[in-house]
């Protein structure tokens, strides 16, 4: 009974954290048909976030250090939400209407930030600047011109040809003169940890195992989160221009509901809700550049299997490939079968599957059987709409 | 009973409980030219997607030459000989005319067929004749997404030709027209009636008085208001009332 | 009338022009890479761009289902590691009757597994690493698309099915030797060392010889009429049910195809690297295979080809030089291909840099929005009536 318990606990745990990585995924692909495959290297971010504000807080000492966690996850949603932010406005607003082109350019998007965790360092940073400086700088110079719109073309080009040039050629020469704390790399490419404060450390003690407070922590958050998202789109004035746009796009561009604006908010906060879920994430382990690739597929499969639009779906999709996952993987469906001899072929069928990788397999399979019975997910939308 | 081309018996059509279709019989013979008008969400379209299989019915059915309609995908129903035309013309874009009704006018639509078999001369024949009647015969070798309105109008009408159908379902043909093209497609269908059996929708009443030779039907939430001929239907009393609302002086 | 005919019998003739001019150009390229590189690249450079020659081979399968059909996969890494597994496993099977290959003895496997049995015989492994490919492609293909499941829902599934299959190979050491992978270069094929000078020009001229031919099955499928219904598909699935055909047919051959393609192209390129490891299933090379296509141009078969030579050529020279750089990069080039370039160099070449040369050489520009309006009667007449008045 308690190893039943105790599956089903971890079970909500893995749950739990697919759920808040998928939230946003699920928010946006809703919105707006995107997938973002950078999805995970957002949640990176914010894990990375959490890291650089425990080392700010560590130097203050014992009362302060204790609440790191607490400030982290609000600084990691604004940095991650300011990045989708710019990420929606400097390329997806493009692609609207062409999802699989959108799907590789934030592949693109994807693997420019994991490089750029394990380069990033003050050269870098100061070439982006200087970078950012003249281009956009310079835009805002020619668009005064009067004659704008017809050397619009060229202007771009030559502008970002002589802004890229400046900002290399002014990193080379850093690089030449500069000592080496400029140079060193901030994270490198090896995994930093982030360090529990110490009342997430240890579990509770219930019915002969351990809770591990950080999975609840965790479970609390995603909970929150849920809450969180579910009261801001069905009782905030902005929730439901997202609602209604998610319906129908033209009439709601008819009605005067801005849909740019309601796009870029709903990709900046799904995008948050992707850093704090990277907060959640740096709890469970040591954080990496490639630590968002080890979450996209699962919460790819959230969204499919939950279906589009219904926040419910998701919820109860994420919790049981979750739950699921972990009673495949850690092997107790073969453990609770080993009892009667005549279902032998059976647990060997499921001791088979049962490691983290090979449960894998099998979820898939098991949702692929699920997508012939439900192709559009568990709550699919009807109607005339729904289909063209 | 052999000549009833398509009977409908108590369709019922509900997406989450709103019913767009509400216990609706309707039946036609063979050879006849139906219009069908309605006011905005009466269910027209719906009742087409039903037809065609687009949307399979919550209850009821749907009887195509004495053949239950009941969970046949849309490709086979429309090999049984009902065609259908789309509110916005839908053709191919990225291919010409002559491209377009070839795909349409293949004999054998199965896959190795279409891989291996090379388009035959009666095929290539009835090709050549459509484009002439549809009057795009400059224009054959041209990509469908530089046609105009009009054209593609009347390309889409050439496709279901091309199937020959013996049932033509054609959502507002006339719509997005000028006068002088709604005519033209107006002849077209009433040349076509002569030797297939057609369901027209349509909200333009001049259009619906040119080509309404036969019966008119009145859709309204969801089932069949009235049916008649135009000038019994233009009569009657509901359909002023649906259409206009209730009258002021009573 | 007479007019029509006379402009019929001169495209035919343009055609069979335009046909045999596309002949000879095949014929120059395969005898410059079959015949010219041989004799001047070095051997180590030779086997690199036999490589490149054999994933430009999976560029093709998936221009054919995406800038075709409209369906992008991203795990055309499976069936590309199929047809590699396939090769690797004959290869590791020559040995003398009753040994096992060296790596189960590690994992204490004393049986060789029941699916290895076949590949003891090479034509059954030809055929497997054709079939099986094209085989679990078509499965896949038609679980999904039964459903009418389409768009960005099955680029996920496509990707999710990777890293399934990813996670098998990788898993099952006692099977398939797990995250080591297979070495092939250290056997033997017809008794002569796979990474020996010899056999591995044959397999790079056995690339060339596979990568025209089937540059000519997938001209060949696009061309007739069956190319002009995946386009179709492609651009508007639901009308082409409507106009009587079963769509998920379609699409399941053509996915098959594809698979089958990248199965030929995962062998050939597994024994010019040497090596099969379940790493060439990462969710990352097969998304990069779709780049390819992407930068060449989708929709256009050669540039397909180009696309990955380009790419894979611009891959090796900035990771020899500036290793850190090539990721940002590769980032970059998602991107402006995906904005800038949605058709791919191939694309804007045909859409602009020609019609300027034309231009730039004098030579009439064509027209393109109405071209005949020179040729329409109607108009014609029109004209002949107002200069009689």
Request: net charge positive.
């Amino acid at each position: 009974m308690s190893a039943l318990i105790e599956g089903l606990f971890n079970g909500i745990s893995i749950g739990s954290v697919l759920l808040i990585a998928a939230l946003g995924l699920a928010i946006v692909f809703g919105l707006m048909g995107v997938i973002n495959l950078a999805h995970g290297e957002l949640m990176m971010l914010g894990a990375y976030t959490t890291f650089v504000v425990q080392n700010v807080f560590k130097p203050l000492g014992e009362p302060w250090f204790e609440l790191y966690i607490l400030f982290s996850l609000p600084v990691a949603f604004i940095v991650s939400a300011l990045f989708g932010l710019a990420l929606e406005r400097g390329v997806i607003r493009f692609l609207y209407g062409r999802p699989l082109e959108t799907l590789l350019a934030t592949w693109g998007v994807s693997l420019i930030l994991r490089q750029f965790v394990r380069s990033v360092n003050w050269l870098l940073v100061i070439s982006i600047a200087v970078f950012c400086l003249c281009f956009f700088g310079g835009m805002a110079i020619l668009k005064r011109l009067s004659h704008w719109e017809r050397i619009r073309n060229w202007a771009i080009t030559i502008l970002l040809f002589i802004s890229s040039a400046i900002s290399i050629a002014l990193g080379f020469l850093i690089d030449r003169v500069g000592t080496l704390a400029l140079t060193k790399p901030w994270f490198s490419a090896r995994n930093v940890d982030v360090t529990a404060p110490t009342w997430l450390r240890g579990g509770w003690k219930i019915l002969g195992f351990q809770m591990p407070y950080a999975r609840l922590f965790i479970i609390a958050l995603t909970i929150i989160c849920l809450l969180g998202v579910y009261w801001f789109l069905n009782r905030s004035t902005w929730g439901l221009r997202i609602r209604a746009v998610t319906q129908n796009r033209s009439m709601s561009a008819c009605l005067g509901i801005p849909t740019a604006k309601v796009d870029a908010l709903t990709f900046a906060l799904g995008s948050g809700l992707a850093g704090v879920a990277g907060c959640a994430v740096s709890l469970l382990g040591s954080v990496g550049p490639n630590t968002g690739q080890n979450y996209i597929v699962d919460t790819f499969m959230v969204v499919v299997v939950g279906g589009v639009g219904n926040l419910f779906g998701t919820v109860v999709a994420g919790l049981s490939i979750g739950i699921i996952n972990y009673l495949i993987g850690s092997g107790t469906l073969a453990l609770i079968f080993t009892s009667t001899e005549s279902l032998k072929p059976l647990v060997d069928f499921f001791l088979f599957f049962a490691t983290s990788s090979m449960a894998k397999v099998m979820v898939f399979a098991i949702i692929i059987t699920f997508l012939q019975v439900k192709p559009a997910g568990l709550f699919p939308q009807k109607g005339r709409t729904a289909e063209l | 009973m052999t000549n009833k081309i398509l009977e409908i018996e108590k369709l019922t059509v509900s997406f989450d409980g709103f019913k767009a279709l509400n216990d609706l019989n309707f039946s036609m013979d063979a050879g006849e030219l139906r219009v069908i008008i309605g006011p905005n969400g009466a269910g027209k379209t719906t009742f087409l997607d039903v037809i065609t299989g687009k949307v399979q019915p919550t209850k009821g059915r749907v009887l195509f030459k004495g053949k239950n309609l009941k969970k046949i995908p849309e490709h086979k129903i429309t090999r049984m000989g009902i065609g259908r035309k789309f509110q916005t013309p839908r053709v191919y874009l990225n291919l010409t005319v002559r491209e377009n009704l070839d795909l349409v006018a293949n004999q054998n639509k199965n896959v190795f067929p279409t891989l291996f078999g090379r388009p035959s001369s009666t095929e290539k024949r009835t090709v050549s004749g459509l484009i002439e009647t549809i009057g795009l015969d400059a224009k054959a070798n041209l990509q469908a997404d530089l046609l105009s309105h009009g054209e593609k109008q009347r390309l889409e009408i050439g496709m279901l030709v091309a199937q020959s159908p013996d049932l033509l379902l054609v959502d507002e043909p006339a719509a997005g027209l000028t006068d002088e093209e709604t005519e033209n497609v107006g002849a077209l269908l009433l040349s076509l009636a002569e030797s297939h059996s057609i369901i027209a929708i349509e909200h333009d009443m001049e259009f619906v008085r040119q080509i309404a030779k036969d019966k008119v039907t009145v859709l309204h939430q969801g089932s069949v208001l009235c049916e008649g001929k135009m000038d019994e239907v233009q009569n009657d009393p509901r359909v002023i009332e649906v259409y206009l609302g209730e009258p002021l002086d009573k | 009338m007479s007019s029509e005919l006379n402009t019929g019998v001169y495209k035919q003739k343009q055609r069979r022009q335009k046909r045999l001019i596309e002949a000879g150009i095949i014929i120059a390229i395969a005898f410059i890479l079959a015949v010219i590189l041989p004799a001047v690249l070095p051997a180590f450079r030779l086997r690199l761009f036999g490589r490149f020659l054999a994933l430009a081979i999976v560029a093709l399968g998936i221009d054919l289902i995406w800038g075709y059909t409209g369906l992008l996969s991203l795990g055309h890494g499976i069936f590309f590691a199929l047809g590699g597994y396939a090769i690797a496993m004959h290869l590791k099977l020559q040995i003398p009757e009753g040994q096992l290959p060296e790596f189960f003895t590690l994992y204490g496997v004393d049986k060789l597994p029941w699916f290895w049995q076949p590949f003891y015989s090479f034509p059954f492994t030809l055929i497997a690493l054709v079939v099986i490919p094209g085989v679990v492609a078509g499965l896949l293909g038609y679980l999904v698309f039964r459903n009418r499941i389409k768009g960005v829902y099955f680029s996920i599934l496509t990707q999710a099915a990777l890293l399934v299959f990813f996670n098998f190979f990788n898993g099952q050491q006692k099977l398939i030797n797990g995250t080591n992978g297979l070495k092939t270069d250290t056997e033997k094929i017809f008794d002569l060392l796979v990474s020996s000078s010899a056999v591995q020009r044959t397999f790079y001229i056995l690339t060339v010889i596979c990568l025209i031919l089937i540059y000519l099955l997938c001209r060949w499928l696009t061309s007739g009429r069956f190319g002009r219904l995946l386009i179709a598909i492609r651009d508007d699935e639901t009308r082409v049910r409507f106009s009587g055909y079963d769509t998920t047919g379609f699409k399941v051959l053509v996915f098959a195809i594809s698979g089958a393609i990248a199965g030929i192209a995962g062998a050939l390129y597994t024994v010019q690297t040497g090596i099969i490891t379940p790493t060439i299933m990462q969710v990352a090379f097969s998304i990069e295979m779709v780049i390819w296509v992407a930068v060449g141009g989708r929709g256009t078969l050669i540039g397909a080809i180009i696309g990955t030579l380009l790419v894979r050529l611009a891959q090796t020279f900035l990771s020899e030089r500036f290793p850190q750089v090539w990721l940002f990069f590769q980032g970059a080039l998602f991107l402006t291909v995906v904005t800038v370039l949605p058709n791919g160099i191939v694309g804007w070449f045909r859409d602009y840099a020609w019609i300027k040369a034309r231009s730039l050489f004098g030579l009439k520009q064509q027209l393109i929005t109405y071209p005949q309006i020179e040729e329409d009667p109607e108009i014609q007449r029109e004209r002949d009536q107002l200069t009689r008045k």
